[in-house]
């Protein structure tokens, strides 16, 4: 991908494909959002994911007032150079599709296809709390849990186009079983898919969803609030583990995880100090990202117009 120069009015059709949910916008390079749009994403095969991709796409050019750079999307799991995704487990029948050349050639436009829990780094990096980092570590929670980094403005890629799998650090040997064929991973602990599923147990309904558990506990719900007391100790302990590695002077929680506000973050800071047996040495600090649920769409289109940082 090779957008070349682009003017500073240009957009960026981006587009965030998670376990849950395809997410696409114009977003331009101040990181505006406007023709935000989504629908759920249905496990069903990867063409008829991108026919739906592809058709929104359309409908934003023919909406965008600016000009059209390219398209940026940010898939869950591991991503090839050719823009394939090589390896996730939450959406398997996607894998090996080339969702870059795809797009390319139905929309006529340069694509620039990457690792989600990348674009969302990029994105807290520019717009957020990772501004001034020299190394900053990014932990984005949806239905699955990413870790970015970036190192000295650059984005740190060990295995696979990215961190390797972070995500499924271990929290608890003898937690419950995730999705990668592992137990007590952090991912397993406490992805808002795997907090909503609990949460629907313990108030008996059927579909409560992550967004309930944040409004009840925002109506100070006291079976709301335990549960991201909890989820925010093994936040702590993975967001302290991460530390202890990679020594990052920054570490924010980015996503709809993110969402759950001081509920989650006191408990997460409180034991991310008591776990970071390094954090004198690092010196880092755990806070919530400011770009949110919109991370991933915003460093989407951030990677786009900054190839540098990549």
Known sequence: MNPGPMSEAAAVIA???????????????????????????????GAALLERVVAASRRLQT???????????????????????????????????????ILAGELG????????????????????????????LCLTG?????????????????????????GHVIVSPEGPACSCGG???????????????????IIGCKDAGFRAIVEDAQSNKPAALELLKEAGYWLGIASASLANIFFPDRIAVAGGLSQAGDALMISAQASFRSHGGQLPL??????????????????????????ELL
């Open 15 to 45: 587009i965030d494909i998670g376990g849950g949910s395809t997410k696409l916008a114009l977003v331009n390079r101040k990181g505006a959002i406007s023709g935000w749009h989504s629908f759920k994403t249905v496990a069903s095969s």
């Open 63 to 101: 909406q965008a007032e600016q000009p059209i750079a390219g398209i940026s999307a940010a898939v869950a799991g591991f991503v090839t150079p050719q823009g394939e995704l090589e390896y996730n487990p939450n959406l398997p029948w996607l894998e090996r599709i080339p969702i870059a050349a």
């Open 109 to 136: 436009l340069d694509v620039l296809v990457d690792a989600d829990s990348n674009a969302a780094c990029v994105a807290e990096y520019i717009y957020g709390r990772g501004r001034g980092s020299e190394r900053f």
């Open 142 to 166: 949806g239905t699955g849990l990413g870790v970015g980094m970036m190192v000295e403005g650059k984005l740190l890629r060990i295995a696979h186009g990215c961190m390797g799998d972070a």
């Open 183 to 201: 137990h007590g991973c952090a991912e397993a602990m406490l992805s808002t898919a795997v907090l909503a599923k609990r949460y629907a147990e």
């Open 282 to 307: 690092t010196k880092a600090s755990l806070v919530r990202s400011t770009t949110g649920e919109h991370a991933t769409l915003l460093g989407a289109a951030a990677s786009f117009f900054h190839p």
